[in-house]
């Protein structure tokens, strides 16, 4: 009769499993918090591009129409309204986080038939991260985050 040997070396051993441990989580605490910055990062680059896009098109929009139009910041939204008989043609509420940095509760950047637009500069920010919007006088956009 044969006699089954046991084979001691059927696993891993308790300080193989513990530094395998150790090492995931010095994974995990490194790479977690830069997580989170890489999600605000583009949240906020998605609302400040949003903002770029809504500002081009109302520019585009007042110079095919041959009206005014006028583009209304708020610290949490945005409108863009007819400035003849104040229709509203759009408005657009932020991801929550997200919000302008306005000196007054409300900013308005006129949109004329000409092309020709009021220059401002808006502050878009998060907890941590800014992005800067700046529009001249003939529509354009640049953001720098």
């Given at each position: 009769?044969?006699?089954?040997?046991?084979?001691?070396?059927?696993?891993?051993?308790?300080?193989?499993?513990?530094?395998?441990?150790?090492?995931?989580?010095?994974?995990?605490?490194?790479?977690?918090?830069?997580?989170?910055?890489?999600?605000?990062?583009n949240?906020?680059?998605?609302?400040?591009?949003?903002i770029?896009?809504?500002?081009?098109?109302?520019?585009?929009?007042?110079?095919?129409?041959?009206?005014?139009?006028?583009?209304?910041?708020?610290?949490?939204?945005?409108?863009?309204?007819?400035?003849?008989?104040?229709?509203?043609?759009?408005?657009?509420?932020?991801?929550?986080?997200?919000?302008?940095?306005?000196?007054?509760?409300?900013?308005?950047?006129?949109?004329?038939?000409?092309?020709?637009?009021?220059?401002?500069?808006?502050?878009?920010?998060?907890?941590?991260?800014?992005?800067?919007?700046?529009?001249?006088?003939?529509?354009?956009?640049?953001?720098?985050?």
């Amino acid at each position: 009769m044969k006699i089954l040997s046991i084979n001691k070396n059927r696993g891993f051993s308790l300080l193989e499993i513990s530094i395998a441990l150790v090492f995931s989580s010095l994974f995990l605490a490194i790479s977690v918090p830069s997580l989170a910055r890489l999600k605000d990062t583009n949240l906020i680059k998605k609302e400040a591009h949003l903002i770029k896009v809504a500002l081009e098109n109302t520019s585009i929009l007042s110079t095919r129409e041959n009206r005014e139009y006028s583009f209304e910041l708020f610290n949490d939204k945005f409108q863009i309204r007819n400035s003849n008989n104040k229709k509203l043609k759009l408005t657009y509420k932020f991801k929550e986080g997200v919000s302008l940095d306005l000196n007054t509760p409300i900013q308005i950047i006129e949109f004329y038939s000409s092309g020709v637009v009021t220059p401002k500069t808006i502050k878009l920010k998060t907890e941590n991260l800014s992005c800067k919007i700046t529009i001249s006088l003939r529509a354009r956009v640049k953001v720098i985050c």
